[in-house]
């Protein structure tokens, strides 16, 4: 139940975005990608899906390259949760969520019982039961973007990989779609996720891996990772993380740009 | 604008396939020869038993040797045109293209032509139609590819506009050099849409590549929603995408060939009635699919009706469909846009 890379080299066309890449990602944990703007987060994930092939190296699932699986069997096991698109044709929250069942289905069948119940299940959920006949141009962006994470689910993959499922939503869906993200864990999936909130690693990732300008710059836990001097380095601006009391009970580390100067 | 609860679909189809069969009951009464609706009952019953109808011999012969083969012709066009827009709005993720759009038309409409021109059988019209359309669609494709650009929609339709007038070209040429008493007369009023010439041979040999496109079109339905999602989407879903564009492009040329082969070129069904389907009954091509093909078959029915008896003079359904065609067509994008705003 292993998503690895071995000697990853990834990008498209030639141009390299990173090269020899070690990540494994194993069932029931959280990894979380951290990079700045155009530091290839979208390539590696779009490589670790096997929608691009990989420039050297290799990405394994189960111990078996991604290019010797079939396209079904594959889709059972990975699932993709892409930036939610502008361009989809008027489908029923409902219809897009069940598109996740499709690798479970021949060619020629149409939706059967047990599909319409993932989809169903997979909405209730995400707590979006209530818009699955709306149609997804009359949602709103966080709301498109959980129907989206719904699809992924109705999959029943072991691994979840996201783009930024986080983005464009706001602070109270932010805190939906990462409770998720744990719920998912607790279940027992592996999830990915790219994401430009340091936060959202510290909140619920295992482990982060941080990648800039074309290669791997730290992997580790979230605790042995995310500190001031690598985040700092990742996005070239002084970051500090401090501790703040929660409610939670245990004091809890957020992210702060700082001035970069003792105070 | 509500689309119809998917529950109801059912009862929306079969009432447009009832007003279909009213339709063509009609467009078999009414015409230069009157005829009865009880006449015309009773001829088509009797064909079907297989027994004499007891009407005078030139009121069957109306009805069946005139009126059946060009009412056929006419539903199987607009059901064809329309399957095929239908599709190809799936496949390119775009609402605004359609076979005239793509040129698609215009390449089957030049093979066609050709054809015709060299006096070749039916059989030879249809495959060079089919070339022609599968040669424009290539290079529409190609094109777009290769262009590129911020906006897929714009291109893919800018590009079916100029593979479309570059084929326009190859027909001008065509026309040039056929023989100007009996041949250019004959593909002029031909390319313009027209059923005048469809006989019970003709309508038959239509429906072969009609149902050969279409049939696939209709298994595949369940399949073809997940191909309208951006590419990456899809392939991570598990679809085979590149076996099932082919497949869906070769169908849906394949339909537009054989229509164009019968009637010519005729415009905006297949871009207005898929869009129409899609506004009664949701985005879901297992319901656009066969509404847009009883809706296609009902609309060509009326017009083609319309043109051979409104009028002194027979009007080529190709140029009423562009009449109705355009001011439809603007108030669905207007509607549509107003929707997803």
């Excluded at chain 2, 293209?97 to 015709?116: E, F, K, M």
């Excluded at chain 2, 290769?146 to 027909?171: E, H, K, N, Q, Y």
């Excluded at chain 2, 506004?279 to 029915?301: D, E, K, N, Q, T």
């Amino acid at each position: 139940m292993t998503l690895a890379t071995r000697d990853l080299t990834y990008g498209f066309r030639e141009r390299i975005v990173g090269r020899a890449m070690q990540v494994a990602i194993d069932a029931g944990e959280v990894v979380c990608l951290l990079g700045p703007n155009g530091s290839g987060k979208t390539t590696l994930l779009r490589t670790l899906l096997g929608l691009v092939p990989p420039l050297a190296g290799e990405v394994t699932l189960d111990g078996r390259p991604l290019s010797q699986w079939p396209v079904r069997a594959r889709a059972m096991r990975l699932a993709y949760v892409p930036q939610a698109a502008e361009s989809y044709f008027d489908f029923s929250v409902l219809e897009m969520v069940e598109m996740g069942r499709t690798a479970h289905r021949g060619a020629f069948a149409r939706p059967g019982a047990r599909d319409l119940e993932r989809a169903h299940v997979a909405l209730e959920r995400l707590g979006i039961e209530a818009l699955a006949a709306r149609p997804i141009h009359r949602v709103s962006g966080g709301e498109r973007q959980l129907a989206l994470i719904a699809r992924a689910l109705a999959t029943e993959a072991t691994h979840i990989l996201m783009d930024e499922p986080a983005a464009n939503l706001d602070f109270g869906n932010q805190a939906r779609v990462l409770e998720e993200i744990a719920r998912l864990r607790a279940a027992g999936a592996a999830v990915v996720f790219s994401t430009h909130h340091p936060d959202h690693a510290l909140r619920i990732a295992d482990r982060v891996v941080m990648i800039r300008a074309g290669g791997l710059m730290a992997a580790g836990t979230t605790a042995d990772v995310m500190n001031s001097e690598n985040l700092s380095a990742l996005y070239g601006r002084p970051v500090e993380v401090a501790l703040v009391a929660s409610g939670e009970g245990t004091p809890r580390r957020v992210c702060v740009p700082s001035s970069g100067r003792p105070a | 604008m509500a689309s119809v609860h998917p529950a109801r679909f059912g009862l929306v189809l079969a009432l447009a396939c009832a007003l279909l069969a009213g339709l063509a009951l009609a467009s078999l009464a009414i015409g230069r020869f009157p005829v009865g609706f009880g006449e015309v009952a009773r001829s088509l019953a009797a064909a079907m038993a297989g027994h004499a109808s007891g009407l005078a011999a030139n009121v069957d012969a109306v009805i069946r040797e005139v009126r059946a083969p060009r009412v056929l012709a006419a539903m199987l066009v607009g059901a064809a045109l329309s399957g095929a827009g239908a599709a190809f709005q799936s496949l390119f993720k775009n609402p605004l293209v359609s076979p005239d759009i793509l040129g698609v038309s215009a390449g089957c409409a030049l093979g066609a032509g050709a054809a015709v021109l060299l006096a070749l059988p039916i059989a030879a019209v249809q495959a060079l139609a089919f070339g022609g359309g599968l040669l424009a669609v290539a290079l529409v494709v190609a094109i777009g590819t290769w262009v590129g650009g911020r906006d897929p929609l714009l291109t893919l339709v800018l590009t079916g506009v100029v593979v479309g007038s570059l084929f326009g070209a190859g027909i001008a040429l065509v026309k040039l050099v056929a023989d100007p008493y009996n041949e250019l007369p004959a593909i002029t009023f031909w390319l313009l849409g027209s059923f005048s010439s469809a006989g019970p041979r003709e309508a038959a040999a239509a429906l072969v590549p009609a149902a050969i496109g279409i049939v696939p079109l209709a298994l595949l339905r369940w399949r073809v929603d997940a191909l309208s999602l951006p590419e990456d989407e899809a392939r991570s879903l598990g679809l085979a995408v590149t076996p099932l564009r082919i497949a869906v492009i070769a169908c849906a040329t394949l339909a537009t060939a054989g229509s164009v082969a019968l009637a010519g070129t005729i415009g905006w069904v297949g871009l207005v009635i898929p869009h129409a389907a899609r506004l009664i009954a949701g985005a879901a091509f297992a319901r656009v699919l066969p509404l847009s093909l009883v809706l296609g078959a009902a609309f060509m029915l009326v017009v083609d009706t319309v043109c051979r008896t409104a009028f002194p003079i027979e009007v080529p359904p190709g140029v009423a469909t562009a009449l109705i065609g355009t001011p439809a067509f603007i108030a669905l994008l207007a509607l549509s846009f107003r929707r997803s705003a």
